[in-house]
Protein backbone atom coordinates (compact mmCIF):
# COMPACT_ATOMS: atom_id res chain seq x y z
CA UNK A 1 0.00 0.00 0.00
CA UNK A 2 2.72 2.49 1.14
CA UNK A 3 4.61 1.52 -2.32
CA UNK A 4 1.49 2.72 -4.20
CA UNK A 5 0.84 5.79 -2.39
CA UNK A 6 4.82 6.65 -3.65
CA UNK A 7 3.37 6.29 -7.13
CA UNK A 8 0.80 8.39 -7.05
CA UNK A 9 2.80 10.73 -5.15
CA UNK A 10 5.41 11.01 -7.67
CA UNK A 11 2.64 10.90 -10.27
CA UNK A 12 0.98 13.66 -8.61
CA UNK A 13 3.36 16.01 -8.15
CA UNK A 14 4.50 15.76 -12.31
CA UNK A 15 0.99 16.47 -12.91
CA UNK A 16 1.05 19.65 -10.51
CA UNK A 17 3.64 21.05 -11.52
CA UNK A 18 2.37 20.74 -15.22
CA UNK A 19 5.03 18.37 -16.19
CA UNK A 20 2.67 15.43 -17.18
CA UNK A 21 -1.58 15.44 -17.77
CA UNK A 22 -3.81 13.20 -15.91
CA UNK A 23 -4.33 11.02 -19.25
CA UNK A 24 -0.83 10.13 -19.00
CA UNK A 25 -0.85 9.45 -15.36
CA UNK A 26 -3.31 6.91 -15.72
CA UNK A 27 -1.94 5.11 -19.33
CA UNK A 28 1.76 5.09 -16.57
CA UNK A 29 -0.27 3.41 -13.68
CA UNK A 30 -1.88 1.45 -15.94
CA UNK A 31 1.39 0.01 -17.75
CA UNK A 32 2.91 0.04 -14.16
CA UNK A 33 0.26 -2.63 -13.12
CA UNK A 34 1.89 -4.78 -16.24
CA UNK A 35 5.65 -4.83 -15.30
CA UNK A 36 8.14 -4.74 -12.52
CA UNK A 37 9.10 -1.06 -14.14
CA UNK A 38 9.58 1.82 -11.54
CA UNK A 39 7.40 4.60 -12.68
CA UNK A 40 10.00 7.23 -13.23
CA UNK A 41 11.75 4.90 -16.29
CA UNK A 42 8.33 4.32 -17.68
CA UNK A 43 7.35 7.80 -17.68
CA UNK A 44 10.89 8.34 -19.65
CA UNK A 45 10.52 5.47 -21.86
CA UNK A 46 7.04 6.56 -23.15
CA UNK A 47 8.26 9.82 -23.69
CA UNK A 48 5.74 11.82 -21.08
CA UNK A 49 8.95 13.95 -19.60
CA UNK A 50 12.65 14.22 -20.13
CA UNK A 51 15.47 12.01 -18.20
CA UNK A 52 16.26 15.42 -16.55
CA UNK A 53 13.24 16.61 -15.34
CA UNK A 54 12.17 12.89 -13.51
CA UNK A 55 15.88 13.05 -11.72
CA UNK A 56 14.65 16.40 -10.16
CA UNK A 57 11.88 14.71 -9.25
CA UNK A 58 12.70 12.03 -7.92
CA UNK A 59 15.41 13.44 -5.65
CA UNK A 60 12.44 14.91 -3.84
CA UNK A 61 10.37 11.00 -3.50
CA UNK A 62 11.62 8.17 -1.55
CA UNK A 63 12.90 5.23 -3.36
CA UNK A 64 11.66 6.08 -6.79
CA UNK A 65 15.22 5.03 -8.61
CA UNK A 66 15.41 1.46 -8.52
CA UNK A 67 16.70 -1.24 -10.49
CA UNK A 68 16.27 -4.79 -11.09
CA UNK A 69 19.22 -6.57 -10.14
CA UNK A 70 18.48 -9.84 -12.04
CA UNK A 71 18.92 -7.47 -15.72
CA UNK A 72 22.48 -6.57 -13.95
CA UNK A 73 25.79 -7.75 -15.09
CA UNK A 74 28.83 -7.81 -12.66
CA UNK A 75 31.34 -5.11 -12.83
CA UNK A 76 34.73 -6.29 -11.35
CA UNK A 77 35.66 -2.96 -10.99
CA UNK A 78 33.17 -1.56 -9.08
CA UNK A 79 32.92 -4.55 -6.58
CA UNK A 80 36.77 -3.94 -6.47
CA UNK A 81 36.72 -0.34 -4.56
CA UNK A 82 34.20 -1.80 -1.58
CA UNK A 83 35.24 -5.04 0.53
CA UNK A 84 32.72 -7.92 0.96
CA UNK A 85 32.02 -7.39 4.66
CA UNK A 86 31.53 -3.42 4.47
CA UNK A 87 29.10 -4.45 1.64
CA UNK A 88 27.03 -7.04 3.68
CA UNK A 89 27.12 -5.26 7.02
CA UNK A 90 25.41 -1.83 5.15
CA UNK A 91 23.42 -3.51 2.35
CA UNK A 92 24.88 -2.05 -0.42
CA UNK A 93 25.90 -3.23 -3.57
CA UNK A 94 28.08 -1.78 -6.24
CA UNK A 95 27.20 -2.65 -9.96
CA UNK A 96 29.19 0.24 -12.05
CA UNK A 97 31.59 1.90 -12.19
CA UNK A 98 33.02 4.72 -14.48
CA UNK A 99 36.21 5.44 -14.74
CA UNK A 100 36.07 8.67 -17.24
CA UNK A 101 33.68 10.38 -14.37
CA UNK A 102 34.73 8.79 -11.62
CA UNK A 103 31.17 7.87 -10.71
CA UNK A 104 30.49 4.58 -8.62
CA UNK A 105 26.89 3.17 -8.42
CA UNK A 106 25.69 1.43 -6.16
CA UNK A 107 22.29 -0.42 -5.09
CA UNK A 108 21.29 -0.31 -1.77
CA UNK A 109 17.95 -1.19 0.23
CA UNK A 110 18.21 2.22 2.23
CA UNK A 111 18.72 4.85 0.21
CA UNK A 112 18.65 7.66 3.10
CA UNK A 113 21.16 5.29 5.30
CA UNK A 114 22.98 8.97 5.61
CA UNK A 115 25.73 6.64 8.03
CA UNK A 116 26.38 3.89 5.26
CA UNK A 117 26.93 6.81 2.61
CA UNK A 118 29.25 8.63 4.48
CA UNK A 119 31.34 5.82 5.43
CA UNK A 120 31.52 4.46 1.87
CA UNK A 121 32.52 7.97 0.99
CA UNK A 122 35.34 8.37 3.29
CA UNK A 123 36.03 4.69 1.82
CA UNK A 124 36.35 6.05 -1.89
CA UNK A 125 38.06 9.18 -1.10
CA UNK A 126 36.26 12.82 -2.34
CA UNK A 127 36.79 12.09 -6.03
CA UNK A 128 34.77 9.44 -6.49
CA UNK A 129 30.66 10.44 -6.85
CA UNK A 130 27.96 8.03 -5.09
CA UNK A 131 24.70 7.13 -7.16
CA UNK A 132 22.54 5.26 -5.47
CA UNK A 133 19.48 3.47 -6.50
CA UNK A 134 17.11 1.34 -4.61
CA UNK A 135 17.02 -2.45 -4.72
CA UNK A 136 14.44 -4.84 -3.77
CA UNK A 137 15.81 -6.66 -0.11
CA UNK A 138 15.19 -9.82 -1.41
CA UNK A 139 17.27 -9.31 -4.65
CA UNK A 140 20.11 -7.58 -2.48
CA UNK A 141 21.54 -10.28 -0.57
CA UNK A 142 21.13 -13.16 -3.10
CA UNK A 143 23.41 -11.14 -5.26
CA UNK A 144 25.96 -10.14 -2.80
CA UNK A 145 26.61 -13.68 -2.68
CA UNK A 146 26.59 -14.10 -6.43
CA UNK A 147 28.54 -11.20 -6.98
CA UNK A 148 31.33 -11.46 -4.59
CA UNK A 149 31.13 -15.29 -4.32
CA UNK A 150 32.52 -15.49 -7.66
CA UNK A 151 36.22 -14.51 -9.98
CA UNK A 152 34.33 -11.82 -12.42
CA UNK A 153 38.00 -10.64 -13.70
CA UNK A 154 38.78 -11.64 -17.30
CA UNK A 155 42.14 -13.09 -16.22
CA UNK A 156 40.77 -14.74 -12.83
CA UNK A 157 37.83 -16.40 -14.83
CA UNK A 158 40.48 -17.70 -17.72
CA UNK A 159 42.36 -19.37 -14.89
CA UNK A 160 39.35 -20.89 -13.20
CA UNK A 161 38.47 -22.29 -16.78
CA UNK A 162 42.03 -23.93 -17.59
CA UNK A 163 41.64 -25.61 -14.21
CA UNK A 164 38.31 -27.51 -14.43
CA UNK A 165 35.79 -28.26 -16.75
CA UNK A 166 33.12 -26.65 -18.76
CA UNK A 167 30.05 -28.07 -18.73
CA UNK A 168 28.02 -27.09 -22.45
CA UNK A 169 24.67 -27.89 -21.06
CA UNK A 170 24.35 -25.26 -18.13
CA UNK A 171 25.95 -22.67 -21.09
CA UNK A 172 22.30 -22.78 -22.37
CA UNK A 173 20.26 -23.24 -18.94
CA UNK A 174 18.87 -20.76 -16.39
CA UNK A 175 19.07 -20.45 -12.99
CA UNK A 176 22.57 -19.38 -11.32
CA UNK A 177 24.42 -18.90 -14.42
CA UNK A 178 27.63 -17.10 -12.28
CA UNK A 179 28.51 -20.66 -11.25
CA UNK A 180 29.47 -21.25 -14.78
CA UNK A 181 32.48 -19.29 -15.79
CA UNK A 182 32.76 -19.44 -19.53
CA UNK A 183 29.00 -17.07 -18.82
CA UNK A 184 31.22 -14.91 -16.63
CA UNK A 185 33.99 -14.47 -19.08
CA UNK A 186 31.79 -13.47 -21.96
CA UNK A 187 29.38 -10.86 -19.66
CA UNK A 188 33.39 -9.52 -18.19
CA UNK A 189 34.10 -8.94 -21.99
CA UNK A 190 31.27 -7.57 -22.51
CA UNK A 191 31.53 -5.04 -20.03
CA UNK A 192 35.19 -4.21 -20.57
CA UNK A 193 33.89 -3.52 -24.10
CA UNK A 194 31.40 -1.00 -22.95
CA UNK A 195 33.46 0.91 -20.40
CA UNK A 196 36.31 1.75 -23.15
CA UNK A 197 33.39 3.15 -25.23
CA UNK A 198 33.80 -0.16 -28.15
CA UNK A 199 31.37 0.53 -30.83
CA UNK A 200 31.60 -2.87 -32.03
CA UNK A 201 33.17 -6.67 -30.41
CA UNK A 202 34.77 -8.85 -32.61
CA UNK A 203 35.57 -12.54 -31.57
CA UNK A 204 37.61 -13.70 -34.92
CA UNK A 205 38.72 -17.37 -35.33
CA UNK A 206 42.15 -18.13 -36.33
CA UNK A 207 43.86 -21.81 -36.58
CA UNK A 208 44.90 -22.22 -32.70
CA UNK A 209 43.36 -19.15 -31.49
CA UNK A 210 40.68 -16.51 -31.12
CA UNK A 211 41.11 -12.96 -30.91
CA UNK A 212 39.04 -10.33 -29.75
CA UNK A 213 39.12 -7.45 -31.00
CA UNK A 214 37.37 -4.10 -30.23
CA UNK A 215 36.61 -1.06 -32.43
CA UNK A 216 37.27 2.18 -30.42
CA UNK A 217 36.63 5.61 -31.94
CA UNK A 218 36.53 3.86 -35.31
CA UNK A 219 39.81 1.60 -35.21
CA UNK A 220 40.01 -1.93 -34.16
CA UNK A 221 42.74 -2.91 -31.68
CA UNK A 222 43.38 -6.32 -30.17
CA UNK A 223 42.43 -6.81 -26.39
CA UNK A 224 43.31 -10.69 -25.84
CA UNK A 225 44.35 -13.50 -27.53
CA UNK A 226 42.56 -16.80 -26.14
CA UNK A 227 43.03 -20.34 -26.94
CA UNK A 228 41.21 -22.65 -29.71
CA UNK A 229 39.84 -24.53 -26.65
CA UNK A 230 37.86 -21.40 -25.46
CA UNK A 231 36.03 -20.86 -29.06
CA UNK A 232 33.04 -23.44 -28.37
CA UNK A 233 32.06 -22.41 -25.28
CA UNK A 234 31.94 -18.45 -26.46
CA UNK A 235 30.20 -19.29 -29.63
CA UNK A 236 27.03 -20.91 -27.63
CA UNK A 237 27.15 -19.00 -24.86
CA UNK A 238 26.66 -15.42 -27.66
CA UNK A 239 24.22 -17.47 -29.56
CA UNK A 240 22.34 -18.66 -26.70
CA UNK A 241 21.46 -14.82 -25.19
CA UNK A 242 21.01 -13.64 -28.71
CA UNK A 243 18.21 -15.84 -29.76
CA UNK A 244 20.39 -18.13 -32.04
CA UNK A 245 20.17 -21.35 -33.50
CA UNK A 246 23.22 -22.99 -31.63
CA UNK A 247 22.58 -26.02 -33.86
CA UNK A 248 23.28 -23.83 -36.83
CA UNK A 249 26.85 -23.39 -37.88
CA UNK A 250 27.12 -23.63 -41.33
CA UNK A 251 24.64 -20.44 -42.07
CA UNK A 252 25.05 -16.80 -40.97
CA UNK A 253 22.53 -15.70 -38.24
CA UNK A 254 21.78 -12.24 -36.41
CA UNK A 255 20.58 -11.51 -33.13
CA UNK A 256 19.90 -9.23 -30.52
CA UNK A 257 20.67 -9.13 -26.77
CA UNK A 258 19.98 -6.60 -24.02
CA UNK A 259 22.08 -6.21 -20.61
CA UNK A 260 22.20 -3.69 -17.89
CA UNK A 261 25.70 -2.94 -18.10
CA UNK A 262 27.19 0.37 -16.47
CA UNK A 263 23.81 1.38 -14.60
CA UNK A 264 22.41 1.68 -17.47
CA UNK A 265 20.35 -0.74 -20.57
CA UNK A 266 22.65 -1.23 -23.91
CA UNK A 267 21.48 -3.38 -26.17
CA UNK A 268 24.13 -5.26 -28.83
CA UNK A 269 23.47 -6.36 -32.37
CA UNK A 270 24.84 -9.49 -33.19
CA UNK A 271 26.28 -11.33 -36.47
CA UNK A 272 27.95 -14.83 -37.51
CA UNK A 273 29.47 -15.51 -40.42
CA UNK A 274 30.85 -18.93 -40.72
CA UNK A 275 34.73 -18.79 -41.69
CA UNK A 276 37.47 -21.61 -42.38
CA UNK A 277 37.66 -21.72 -38.81
CA UNK A 278 34.61 -21.64 -36.84
CA UNK A 279 32.21 -18.96 -36.52
CA UNK A 280 33.12 -15.40 -36.70
CA UNK A 281 31.17 -13.10 -34.31
CA UNK A 282 30.68 -9.38 -34.08
CA UNK A 283 28.59 -7.37 -31.70
CA UNK A 284 27.49 -3.82 -32.75
CA UNK A 285 27.02 -1.76 -29.05
CA UNK A 286 23.68 0.27 -29.51
CA UNK A 287 24.72 2.71 -26.34
CA UNK A 288 21.70 5.33 -26.70
CA UNK A 289 23.07 8.01 -23.78
CA UNK A 290 26.40 7.83 -26.05
CA UNK A 291 25.31 7.84 -29.70
CA UNK A 292 22.45 9.85 -30.37
CA UNK A 293 23.64 13.40 -29.35
CA UNK A 294 22.45 17.07 -29.11
CA UNK A 295 24.15 19.20 -32.28
CA UNK A 296 24.90 21.74 -29.54
CA UNK A 297 27.51 18.61 -28.15
CA UNK A 298 28.85 17.78 -31.20
CA UNK A 299 31.15 20.67 -31.19
CA UNK A 300 30.36 21.65 -34.31
CA UNK A 301 31.64 25.91 -35.80
CA UNK A 302 29.20 28.58 -35.63
CA UNK A 303 29.10 28.81 -39.42
CA UNK A 304 28.12 24.77 -39.62
CA UNK A 305 25.75 25.07 -37.04
CA UNK A 306 23.77 28.02 -38.84
CA UNK A 307 23.64 25.87 -42.19
CA UNK A 308 22.09 23.01 -40.49
CA UNK A 309 19.62 25.26 -38.93
CA UNK A 310 18.93 26.99 -42.45
CA UNK A 311 18.67 23.47 -43.54
CA UNK A 312 15.93 22.60 -40.78
CA UNK A 313 13.83 26.29 -41.21
CA UNK A 314 12.79 24.68 -45.23
CA UNK A 315 9.49 23.06 -44.88
CA UNK A 316 9.67 21.11 -47.77
CA UNK A 317 12.40 19.04 -49.53
CA UNK A 318 15.01 16.22 -49.13
CA UNK A 319 18.28 16.54 -47.09
CA UNK A 320 20.77 14.15 -47.70
CA UNK A 321 23.29 13.17 -45.63
CA UNK A 322 26.56 11.63 -47.68
CA UNK A 323 29.91 9.61 -46.39
CA UNK A 324 30.97 5.98 -46.69
CA UNK A 325 29.81 3.39 -43.84
CA UNK A 326 31.00 4.22 -39.97
CA UNK A 327 31.10 7.64 -40.67
CA UNK A 328 28.01 8.52 -38.56
CA UNK A 329 25.39 9.25 -41.18
CA UNK A 330 22.92 7.72 -38.55
CA UNK A 331 23.82 9.76 -35.50
CA UNK A 332 23.76 12.87 -37.61
CA UNK A 333 20.63 11.74 -38.86
CA UNK A 334 19.01 11.29 -35.52
CA UNK A 335 20.28 14.52 -33.98
CA UNK A 336 18.54 16.72 -36.80
CA UNK A 337 15.48 14.78 -35.81
CA UNK A 338 15.94 15.42 -32.22
CA UNK A 339 16.24 19.00 -33.37
CA UNK A 340 12.35 18.76 -34.73
CA UNK A 341 11.29 16.00 -32.59
CA UNK A 342 8.12 17.58 -30.49
CA UNK A 343 4.09 17.05 -30.24
CA UNK A 344 3.04 19.13 -32.96
CA UNK A 345 4.95 16.90 -35.51
CA UNK A 346 4.40 13.57 -36.93
CA UNK A 347 7.69 11.80 -37.69
CA UNK A 348 8.04 8.38 -39.32
CA UNK A 349 10.89 6.90 -40.13
CA UNK A 350 12.11 3.44 -42.59
CA UNK A 351 14.90 1.57 -41.35
CA UNK A 352 17.19 -1.05 -42.28
CA UNK A 353 17.24 -2.12 -39.20
CA UNK A 354 16.13 0.40 -36.72
CA UNK A 355 18.79 0.72 -34.16
CA UNK A 356 17.53 2.77 -31.53
CA UNK A 357 14.15 2.95 -30.38
CA UNK A 358 12.99 6.87 -29.73
CA UNK A 359 9.88 8.33 -28.02
CA UNK A 360 7.49 10.50 -30.66
CA UNK A 361 8.84 8.75 -33.73
CA UNK A 362 6.85 5.96 -35.89
CA UNK A 363 9.80 3.69 -36.70
CA UNK A 364 9.43 0.86 -38.85
CA UNK A 365 12.52 -1.62 -40.00
CA UNK A 366 12.32 -3.20 -43.57
CA UNK A 367 11.67 -6.00 -43.94
CA UNK A 368 12.01 -8.26 -47.01
CA UNK A 369 10.11 -11.21 -45.41
CA UNK A 370 6.83 -9.05 -44.73
CA UNK A 371 7.91 -7.75 -48.62
CA UNK A 372 8.66 -4.14 -47.02
CA UNK A 373 10.94 -2.22 -48.99
CA UNK A 374 12.18 1.27 -49.06
CA UNK A 375 9.43 2.02 -51.79
CA UNK A 376 6.69 0.15 -50.45
CA UNK A 377 7.62 1.71 -46.94
CA UNK A 378 7.33 5.20 -48.20
CA UNK A 379 4.11 4.81 -50.48
CA UNK A 380 2.33 3.38 -46.87
CA UNK A 381 3.87 6.05 -44.76
CA UNK A 382 2.04 9.02 -47.23
CA UNK A 383 -0.60 7.58 -45.67
CA UNK A 384 -0.29 7.84 -42.23
CA UNK A 385 0.10 11.86 -42.02
CA UNK A 386 3.38 12.36 -42.25
CA UNK A 387 4.95 15.59 -41.50
CA UNK A 388 8.68 14.22 -41.68
CA UNK A 389 9.92 11.00 -43.05
CA UNK A 390 13.36 9.70 -42.87
CA UNK A 391 14.23 6.91 -45.26
CA UNK A 392 17.53 5.07 -43.84
CA UNK A 393 18.99 4.56 -47.38
CA UNK A 394 18.64 5.41 -51.34
CA UNK A 395 19.87 2.73 -53.17
CA UNK A 396 17.29 2.07 -55.86
CA UNK A 397 15.29 4.29 -58.62
CA UNK A 398 12.11 3.27 -56.87
CA UNK A 399 13.07 4.23 -53.75
CA UNK A 400 14.89 7.71 -54.40
CA UNK A 401 11.72 8.55 -56.78
CA UNK A 402 9.60 7.82 -53.90
CA UNK A 403 11.54 9.63 -51.56
CA UNK A 404 11.23 12.51 -54.04
CA UNK A 405 7.78 12.01 -54.52
CA UNK A 406 7.68 12.77 -50.61
CA UNK A 407 9.34 16.08 -50.80
CA UNK A 408 7.63 17.31 -54.19
CA UNK A 409 4.31 16.88 -51.83
CA UNK A 410 4.77 18.89 -48.98
CA UNK A 411 7.25 16.49 -46.61
CA UNK A 412 10.65 16.71 -45.28
CA UNK A 413 12.78 13.73 -46.60
CA UNK A 414 15.73 12.82 -44.42
CA UNK A 415 17.88 10.45 -45.89
CA UNK A 416 21.50 9.10 -46.88
CA UNK A 417 23.06 8.52 -49.71
CA UNK A 418 26.85 6.61 -50.00
CA UNK A 419 29.10 9.01 -51.90
CA UNK A 420 32.50 10.77 -50.87
CA UNK A 421 31.50 14.75 -50.97
CA UNK A 422 27.88 16.44 -50.92
CA UNK A 423 28.62 17.87 -55.13
CA UNK A 424 29.20 13.73 -55.58
CA UNK A 425 25.31 13.48 -54.99
CA UNK A 426 24.13 14.82 -57.97
CA UNK A 427 25.92 12.55 -60.49
CA UNK A 428 24.94 9.71 -58.10
CA UNK A 429 21.39 10.44 -58.22
CA UNK A 430 21.23 10.83 -61.96
CA UNK A 431 23.13 7.47 -62.00
CA UNK A 432 20.46 6.26 -60.57
CA UNK A 433 17.98 7.27 -62.50
CA UNK A 434 16.74 10.94 -60.78
CA UNK A 435 15.98 12.98 -64.08
CA UNK A 436 17.91 17.09 -63.44
CA UNK A 437 14.71 18.82 -63.12
CA UNK A 438 13.17 16.58 -60.32
CA UNK A 439 16.29 17.13 -58.45
CA UNK A 440 16.42 21.03 -58.91
CA UNK A 441 14.18 22.59 -56.24
CA UNK A 442 13.51 19.90 -53.97
CA UNK A 443 16.82 19.47 -52.58
CA UNK A 444 17.10 21.04 -49.51
CA UNK A 445 20.80 20.58 -48.50
CA UNK A 446 23.73 17.85 -48.68
CA UNK A 447 25.83 17.31 -45.92
CA UNK A 448 29.10 14.75 -46.49
CA UNK A 449 30.78 14.17 -42.94
CA UNK A 450 33.88 11.86 -41.45
CA UNK A 451 34.83 11.16 -38.52
CA UNK A 452 38.00 12.03 -36.85
CA UNK A 453 39.56 11.26 -33.60
CA UNK A 454 40.41 14.35 -31.18
CA UNK A 455 44.46 14.71 -29.77
CA UNK A 456 43.62 13.61 -25.94
CA UNK A 457 43.88 17.24 -24.39
CA UNK A 458 46.53 16.07 -21.52
CA UNK A 459 49.55 14.47 -23.68
CA UNK A 460 49.13 16.61 -27.42
CA UNK A 461 52.32 17.76 -27.96
CA UNK A 462 52.93 20.72 -30.04
CA UNK A 463 56.02 21.04 -33.31
CA UNK A 464 56.73 23.04 -36.36
CA UNK A 465 55.13 21.63 -39.23
CA UNK A 466 57.19 20.61 -42.02
CA UNK A 467 57.73 21.71 -45.74
CA UNK A 468 55.39 19.10 -46.66
CA UNK A 469 53.06 19.76 -44.32
CA UNK A 470 52.55 23.02 -44.97
CA UNK A 471 52.47 22.78 -48.52
CA UNK A 472 48.93 20.50 -47.01
CA UNK A 473 47.83 23.33 -44.50
CA UNK A 474 47.76 25.67 -47.80
CA UNK A 475 47.24 29.23 -47.23
CA UNK A 476 46.25 27.80 -43.45
CA UNK A 477 49.78 27.63 -43.10
CA UNK A 478 50.81 31.50 -42.58
CA UNK A 479 49.00 31.73 -39.03
CA UNK A 480 50.13 27.94 -37.76
CA UNK A 481 53.42 28.10 -36.22
CA UNK A 482 52.91 24.95 -34.77
CA UNK A 483 50.43 21.81 -34.77
CA UNK A 484 49.79 19.26 -32.28
CA UNK A 485 50.20 15.75 -32.59
CA UNK A 486 49.42 12.46 -30.44
CA UNK A 487 51.99 11.20 -27.58
CA UNK A 488 49.84 8.93 -25.70
CA UNK A 489 48.92 8.69 -21.60
CA UNK A 490 47.46 7.03 -18.92
CA UNK A 491 44.19 9.07 -19.82
CA UNK A 492 44.14 7.73 -23.66
CA UNK A 493 44.96 4.21 -23.04
CA UNK A 494 48.38 5.64 -24.68
CA UNK A 495 47.04 5.94 -27.82
CA UNK A 496 47.07 10.03 -28.41
CA UNK A 497 43.53 10.14 -29.22
CA UNK A 498 40.12 10.21 -27.24
CA UNK A 499 36.91 10.37 -28.85
CA UNK A 500 36.09 11.42 -32.34
CA UNK A 501 34.02 14.43 -33.72
CA UNK A 502 32.50 14.81 -36.77
CA UNK A 503 34.02 16.85 -40.06
CA UNK A 504 31.03 18.09 -42.36
CA UNK A 505 31.33 19.66 -45.95
CA UNK A 506 27.71 21.58 -46.44
CA UNK A 507 26.16 22.41 -49.24
CA UNK A 508 22.40 24.81 -48.69
CA UNK A 509 21.07 24.37 -52.21
CA UNK A 510 19.51 27.77 -53.46
CA UNK A 511 17.87 29.40 -56.80
CA UNK A 512 21.15 29.57 -58.43
CA UNK A 513 22.33 26.12 -57.82
CA UNK A 514 19.07 24.34 -58.90
CA UNK A 515 19.66 26.22 -61.88
CA UNK A 516 22.92 24.39 -62.79
CA UNK A 517 21.75 21.31 -61.33
CA UNK A 518 18.70 21.48 -63.89
CA UNK A 519 20.68 22.25 -67.05
CA UNK A 520 22.91 19.24 -66.04
CA UNK A 521 26.32 21.75 -65.29
CA UNK A 522 30.08 20.01 -64.32
CA UNK A 523 30.95 19.63 -61.28
CA UNK A 524 33.34 22.10 -61.79
CA UNK A 525 30.52 24.97 -62.70
CA UNK A 526 28.86 23.69 -59.79
CA UNK A 527 31.87 24.02 -57.36
CA UNK A 528 32.54 27.44 -58.41
CA UNK A 529 29.03 28.62 -57.76
CA UNK A 530 28.93 26.91 -54.04
CA UNK A 531 32.70 28.22 -53.06
CA UNK A 532 31.00 31.69 -54.20
CA UNK A 533 28.92 30.78 -51.59
CA UNK A 534 30.54 30.25 -48.35
CA UNK A 535 30.67 26.12 -49.56
CA UNK A 536 33.94 24.60 -47.41
CA UNK A 537 35.07 21.29 -48.75
CA UNK A 538 35.89 18.49 -46.34
CA UNK A 539 39.66 19.16 -46.50
CA UNK A 540 39.21 22.70 -45.34
CA UNK A 541 36.95 21.81 -42.65
CA UNK A 542 39.69 18.96 -41.51
CA UNK A 543 42.31 21.35 -41.79
CA UNK A 544 40.46 23.58 -39.56
CA UNK A 545 40.10 21.42 -37.14
CA UNK A 546 44.19 21.18 -37.32
CA UNK A 547 45.13 24.44 -37.40
CA UNK A 548 42.38 24.62 -33.65
CA UNK A 549 44.82 21.98 -32.28
CA UNK A 550 41.89 19.47 -32.12
CA UNK A 551 42.94 16.95 -34.42
CA UNK A 552 46.26 15.85 -35.77
CA UNK A 553 47.31 16.50 -39.77
CA UNK A 554 47.63 12.29 -40.26
CA UNK A 555 44.39 12.22 -38.57
CA UNK A 556 42.42 14.21 -41.10
CA UNK A 557 44.66 12.39 -43.92
CA UNK A 558 43.65 9.14 -42.56
CA UNK A 559 39.52 10.07 -43.61
CA UNK A 560 39.94 12.62 -46.10
CA UNK A 561 41.85 13.11 -49.45
CA UNK A 562 44.15 15.84 -48.81
CA UNK A 563 46.40 15.16 -52.28
CA UNK A 564 44.50 17.65 -54.25
CA UNK A 565 46.18 20.53 -51.71
CA UNK A 566 49.33 19.71 -53.30
CA UNK A 567 48.82 20.44 -57.25
CA UNK A 568 46.83 23.91 -55.94
Given at each position: ????????????????????????????????????????????????????????????????????????????????????????????????????????????????????LDQLRALLGPQVELKAQLAAEAQLGDYIDLFYGHELSVDGILTEIE?????????????????????????????????????????????????????????????????????????????????????????????????????????????????????????????????????????????????????????????????????????????????????????????????????????????????????????????????????????????????????????????????????????????????????????????????????????????????????????????????????????????????????????????????????????KELRAEAVSKGFRSLAEEGIGRVIAGTTSLAEVARSVDLTGRLRQ
Amino acid sequence: MSEQRKKLRLGELLVQQGLITKDQLAIVLAEQRNSNIPLGRLLVRLGFVTETAIRDIMARTVGQESIDLAQVVADAEALSLVPEDFARRNHVLPIAYDPADQVLTIATTEIFNVVALDQLRALLGPQVELKAQLAAEAQLGDYIDLFYGHELSVDGILTEIETGEIDYESLQAGGDEYTQPMVRLVNAILVDAVKRGASDIHFEPEYAFMRIRYRIDGVLETVRSLHKTYMPGITVRVKVVSDMNIAETRAPQDGRLSLTLNGRPIDFRVSTQPTIYGENIVLRVLDREKSIVNLDRMNLPAETMTKLEIMLARPEGILVVTGPTGSGKTTTLYSLLAQVNDETVNIMTLEDPVEYPLTLMRQTSVNEVARMDFANGIRSIMRQDPDIILVGEVRDKETAEMAFRAAMTGHQVFTTLHTNSALGAFPRLLDIGIQPDIMAGNIIGIIAQRLVRLLCTHCKEAYAPSQEERALLGVAADSASFLYRPVGCKHCSNKGYRGRTPIMELLVMDGDLDELVARRATAKELRAEAVSKGFRSLAEEGIGRVIAGTTSLAEVARSVDLTGRLRQ
